[in-house]
């Protein structure tokens, strides 16, 4: 089964960027989708950003135009592009693998998640 370890989470200022990467044990994940999803406290999991194996993206309404989700398989890696952090883009992000693009649905894997905190 395909690992998930995501990295370059932080703590940021509002108006800031951060670049989360999501790195894949196995090269397989050029078959697969890959999703980011977010966690806040006290609230459910949601989609951030998601990218299929033929690269078509697919936001959050509350994303648009501020993320960019992209992939390279060469590195089995997965990346989420944050730009203009807003305070409530604090949470818990999670990078997902599945062969499926029903990005409501909680299914494949999924990393440990890294905490990205947006505050002054």
């Known amino acids: 089964q395909v690992q998930l370890v995501e990295s370059g989470g932080g703590l940021v200022q509002p108006g800031g960027s951060l670049r989360l990467s999501c790195a894949a044990s196995e090269s397989i994940i050029s078959l697969l989708s890959m999703g980011w999803y977010r966690q806040a406290p006290g609230k459910q999991r949601e989609l951030v950003a998601g990218i299929n194996r033929d690269y078509k993206t697919h936001y959050a309404d509350s994303v648009q135009g501020r993320f960019t989700i992209s992939r390279d398989n060469t590195k089995s890696t997965a990346y989420l592009q944050m730009n203009s952090l807003k305070p409530e883009d604090t949470a818990i992000y999670f990078c997902?693998?599945?062969?499926?693009?029903?990005?409501?649905?909680?299914?494949?894997?999924w990393g440990q998640g890294t905490q990205v905190t947006v505050s002054s």
């Open positions: 997902n693998s599945r062969l499926s693009t029903n990005w409501d649905q909680e299914i494949g894997t």
